[in-house]
């Protein structure tokens, strides 16, 4: 639930708008007590002004989508989603950053807290 509409988007958006093959990379390592999860294209990539715009709304994702109705048609709102899911579950320090460049693509990180309950304390 959290990949796919990233990659949706990394399909739809980067690699659907350029010529040519296009490839997606999905990388996971640990870091620490966190899950880093990088996913890069090397699709069309977004403008500055794109870019800011969704960073921006990244960093509004809980409340952008309490009113689904206006958001629901906008782009980005499948990862606007997966932000908001993340950051009601683990805090505000988690979810997605992103890094574009027109014409190069773009990476999205996820960062996620590495769980380490072992099966005996979560059936308590």
Do not use: C
């Not at 500055?48 to 109705?69: G, M, V």
């Not at 460049?101 to 099966?119: A, F, K, R, W």
Request: hydrophobic letters at 30%; a negative charge; charged letters at 25%.
């Amino acid at each position: 639930f959290i990949l796919q509409p990233i990659i949706e988007n990394a399909i739809y958006h980067g690699i659907k708008e350029r010529r040519g093959a296009g490839h997606i990379n999905i990388e996971a390592k640990s870091s620490d007590e966190n899950l880093l999860i990088k996913i890069s294209d090397d699709g069309k990539g977004m403008t500055p002004k794109q870019l800011s715009d969704l960073r921006e709304a990244l960093a509004e994702a809980i409340s952008q989508t309490e009113n689904p109705e206006e958001t629901r048609n906008k782009k980005g709102y499948g990862m606007l989603n997966v932000q908001a899911r993340i950051q009601l579950t683990h805090g505000p320090n988690y979810g997605l950053t992103i890094e574009s460049q027109e014409d190069v693509g773009t990476t999205i990180t996820i960062l996620l807290p590495i769980m380490n309950n072992s099966v005996e304390e979560r059936e308590k």
